[in-house]
């Protein structure tokens, strides 16, 4: 995975007490390949204590403000949102890999649509650019966040969507959820049925929403998924990026007990080793040094996807790639495990 370049840190902004937002330099020589759609994400790259770490991080800022800018909240126990809330300084380098992700929005400028997002925590940070560039780039379009956090201390980004509500006050509409404390003109609570139904059915029902964006927790994700079917909502209606995820699936590796002759072919090199079929195909590649694309190793974004051109896998867990996409071969790698004797994977061809 060639593609990570050494960006310059330009900036480092406290945005909570447990969050930072970092701003990332980027030279003119790279402006092409580092452009993005509102809603995607970089991987960032670093070593701590002689181990390679990678993170992927949703930007935050929108295509058109020329930054590159992500918001990294410190998780207990965590290893690189620890570094970045607590140890990285202006003028330091990370490497960094170019923008991708299915989670982003493409607008334009004659559109007048009405837009819903549902974000908790740092699921936020996505959101933000797609509500901002949709605000900037789609002037007859509306936009209704609602955004569930424990406390207002601890939203991340709630001082600048008040500051954009003043500046659209007939086009954005913030409906804050804090689950620890109330607060005046906000629910107390968690994004649930009530406060979902609240915005289809009750305040917001004279929008007819073209398009919902979910972003948080793997619990809050299914939850709002459900409610929305429940109000006959259209899955192509439907864009979602998970934050964190469950262990659920982890069973189906007890079943394979088999060996595979795997392949890997990425970069336009082909690698050939014998695995058991309980060993993720992503871990394979990884213990024998080749240099695959991947991030979060949780099937929570898509840098691992690669397809298979001979031979069967199955993933743990898929909640990133469509039926349609998945039919066509495409697989999470560092979800699938080998159900055949003979297995090829190819990152290039995608």
Do not use: W
Request: proline share 3%; net charge negative.
């Amino acid at each position: 995975m060639s593609d990570f370049h050494a960006l310059t840190i330009q900036d480092i902004t406290r945005e909570t007490a447990q969050a930072v937002s970092i701003t990332f330099g980027v030279p003119d020589a790279l402006k092409k390949q580092f452009e993005f759609k509102a809603g995607q994400y970089v991987t960032l790259k670093t070593e701590i204590e002689g181990k390679e770490i990678r993170r992927a991080y949703s930007l935050c800022s929108t295509p058109q403000s020329g930054k590159l800018k992500v918001a990294v909240k410190e998780v207990e126990g965590g290893t690189f949102s620890v570094l970045a809330n607590n140890k990285l300084t202006v003028g330091e380098s990370l490497e960094v890999h170019p923008p991708e992700g299915k989670f982003f929005i493409e607008t334009n400028a004659d559109n007048n649509k009405d837009y819903a997002a549902f974000a908790a925590g740092s699921g936020i940070t996505p959101v933000l650019s797609i509500v901002k560039t949709v605000l900037e780039q789609e002037p007859n379009s509306r936009f209704v966040l609602l955004y569930g956090n424990r406390t207002i201390e601890e939203t991340i980004f709630h001082k600048e969507l008040l500051e954009l509500q003043l500046k659209y006050p007939e086009r954005l509409f913030l409906e804050f959820v804090f689950s620890r404390k109330q607060e005046t003109d906000s629910h107390f609570g968690r994004i649930e049925n009530a406060t979902v139904n609240y915005i289809l059915k009750n305040k917001f029902k004279s929008h007819d929403f073209d398009q919902y964006f979910l972003c948080g927790p793997e619990e809050m994700i299914k939850g709002v998924s459900a409610i929305l079917a429940e109000n006959n909502i259209a899955e192509d209606k439907i864009k979602f990026e998970l934050f964190t995820s469950s262990n659920d699936g982890a069973e189906i590796a007890e079943a394979l007990d088999g060996v595979t002759q795997l392949k890997i072919v990425v970069d336009d090199e082909e690698f050939e080793l014998t695995i058991n079929q309980d060993k993720i195909v992503l871990d394979a590649a990884l213990d024998n040094d080749i240099d695959v694309p991947y991030s979060c190793q949780g099937g929570i974004c898509s840098s691992c996807i690669a397809r298979v051109t001979e031979g069967t896998a199955v993933m743990r867990k898929n909640q990133i790639l469509t039926d349609g996409e998945v039919a066509e071969g495409l697989i999470l790698t560092c979800q699938a495990l080998a159900t055949s004797a003979n297995l090829t994977v190819d990152y290039d061809d995608l």
